[in-house]
């Protein structure tokens, strides 16, 4: 296993991170909330809990993740598929668990897609599991299209 490096998530890994997400088979890139403009406001509100996962100086995995003061947030959890099963996103998950626990958030949840095999197995591998509730969205900006990685455009 390569030596992985765990650290807090800045503007500065913007570009990487985003073309490591376009790796990411069934990904959705959404094109507003996914831009170098909004992800560094995301990152701006949650200063020390999102996370880059960082082999030989190149970003691995990542994840984004935040708070509204009551609930922690995960998104964008993800890993390069050659660095997977080596224990990275669940290093990833704690130290983001614990940033959010050390400002006192006592709950914290994600949205997996139902069509993400991977990731769900993972989630579900970990502990992670809830089905006494519905999620409902509103799209309250037209432009926020989500577009979803696939192999075609994987190597983009």
């Not at 997400?21 to 507003?32: E, H, N, P, S, V």
């Not at 050390?102 to 809830?130: C, E, H, P, T």
């Amino acid at each position: 296993m390569s030596d992985i490096q765990i650290y807090p998530m800045t503007i500065q890994d913007y570009d990487e991170v985003h073309a490591l997400w376009l790796t990411i088979q069934g990904f959705g890139i959404r094109a507003i909330d996914d831009s170098r403009y909004d992800i560094d406001r995301f990152i701006r509100r949650n200063p020390t809990t999102s996370v880059v996962a960082v082999s030989d100086g190149k970003i691995v995995g990542s994840i984004l993740c935040g708070s509204d003061g009551r609930q922690g947030s995960l998104y964008h959890v993800c890993v390069a598929k050659e660095f997977r099963r080596q224990g990275i996103a669940s290093r990833m998950v704690a130290y983001c668990m614990r940033a959010l626990k050390d400002m006192g958030i006592n709950k914290v949840g994600l949205v997996a897609f139902a069509s993400n095999d991977i990731g769900n197995a993972f989630w579900k591998q970990i502990g992670w599991k809830r089905s006494d509730v519905n999620y409902y969205e509103f799209i309250l900006n037209e432009n926020n299209i989500t577009r979803f990685v696939g192999e075609e455009d994987a190597d983009d």
